[in-house]
């Protein structure tokens, strides 16, 4: 059969079309809603993850528009799929973390995945205020900021991000991560996952997102982006002072060298497996973790021969301790700064690097020292833990609060004492006082109350959770609705 003249330009005719069609989508170098309009300037091949802060934060703020619209319900719909997401890649998320940033151990990082998909809270954290009379109602709701700029530590990448992700979503907000250069590849697998999350529960794409390249300049200019309001600092001094110093609205979860005190009324056995459990979670990387002891010079002895029996070593050599100090800080001057390669590392690699032969259930290396020595004044996050003697209660508190510096962040106790337990924690007036319990009990381990990885020590909020992430909105209605 032969075709028509007229069939034959038909067919050509649609040809040429869907050419032109395809040629058109290969024009199109991305698909990213953020400020290249397709053509791909902004050099962002895949969504969520953006080469340029401005990109970055323009499709956090079309999420934060889609996610506006969506009910409560919904918004917990999104907060229901990311805790599934974050039980179903516990492991892989920790695998990836320890390989990536060489610290930690990748057990204690699943426990503290488990922890964030069980027990952050989500949208319920959110209340309201009403007060209702003769004048009508009058209610205090929680609304959210927009898009937050959240900084994340290489000490706890991707568990921070999950538990953010749960507290700024369900107050509604959506998130740019600003991580550690040290960890955007175990941050990018994490932000890519509450995005599946997020999209499989039918909530908008980009609701969180994050850099290709994270660096120190981005986080700056982040910090600083003109549609950023608020700002969630999760790391040391420098990160904690530049948020703070932005003028924005700026929560700071800042450095911590939290002291415990152990006093002749405790249960020594029960402290000194507390301590050596507490300081030995994920190698000691945790900020509230344990970082130096201060025991009354009478139980002093009984809880170093306990602390043994629980896996630590204790470094009595001199010249030994002297090595270890030099092995694990560096000096520049007056400037002490970590060793990085010792950072979250199990205490047999820090034994071996001084020449110590450990078994392999040493968890911890315990030595005495004075409240001066660079061990125990640093905050070190390495299973060491440096003892100070002192001869009573009243000389612990002081040495103690001396020790955690002013952070106000953590600080623990083992006594039965009641008035001393209650006087410790007036004097030292930290976000987290533990007593009688390792430090991570803080976090709901073990205990009560709802965990997080951003305690906001220095800025006073205390453990964020959803309601940290939002801000107070008065609606009033005059005259009605009040049925007292
Ligand atoms: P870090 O301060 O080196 O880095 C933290 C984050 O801040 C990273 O994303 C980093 O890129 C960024 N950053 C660092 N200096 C900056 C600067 N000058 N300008 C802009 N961005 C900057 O800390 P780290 O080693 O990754 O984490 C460990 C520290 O974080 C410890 O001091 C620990 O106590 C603290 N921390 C605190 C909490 C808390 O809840 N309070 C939780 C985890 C870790």
Known sequence: MEASTELVQEIVAKIMKEMSKTESVAEKKCDCSGGCKGNGSCKNNEDYIFSDVDSAVAAAKQAYKELKKLSIKERENIIHKIREKCLTYAERLSV??????????????????????????????????AWSGDGGLTLVEQGPFGVIAAITPSTNPTATVFCNSIGMIAAGNSVVFAPHPGAKECTKFAVKLVNEASIEA??????????????????????????IPFISATG??????????????????????????????ADIKAAARDIIDGATFDNNLPCIAEKEIVAVEEICDELVEE?????????????????????????????VTLNRKFVGRDAKVILDAIGVYAEDSVRCIIFKGCKKHLLIVEELMMPILGIVTVKDFEEAVEVAVELEHGNRHSAHMHSKNIDRLTYFAREVDTAIFVKNAPSYSALGVGAEGYPTFTIASKTGE????????????????KDSLSIK
């Not at 964030?116 to 954290?125: I, L, M, N, R, S």
């Not at 205390?462 to 209605?477: D, E, I, P, Q, W």
Request: charged fraction near 25%; charge should be positive.
């Open 462 to 477: 205390g453990l964020s959770s959803a309601k940290t992430f939002t801000k107070a909105r008065r609606c009033v209605l």
């Open 236 to 265: 040391g001094p420098g990160v904690v002072k530049q948020a703070c110093s932005s003028g924005k609205r700026a929560i700071g979860a800042g450095a911590g060298n939290p002291p415990v005190i152990v006093d002749e009324t």
């Open 307 to 335: 602390m043994q029996k629980n896996g630590a070593y204790l470094l009595e050599d001199p010249e030994l301790i002297k090595k270890l100090v030099n092995t694990v800080l560096i000096r520049k001057g007056d400037k």
């Open 202 to 227: 039918g909530g908008p794409k980009n609701i969180v997102v994050t850099f290709d390249k994270p660096s120190i300049e981005i986080t700056s200019a982040l910090m600083n982006h003109k549609d």
């Open 96 to 129: 990836m973390a320890v390989d990536e940033t060489g610290m930690g151990r990748v057990e204690d990082k699943i426990t503290k995945h488990l922890l964030v998909a069980e027990k952050t809270p989500g949208t319920e954290d959110l209340t309201t205020t």
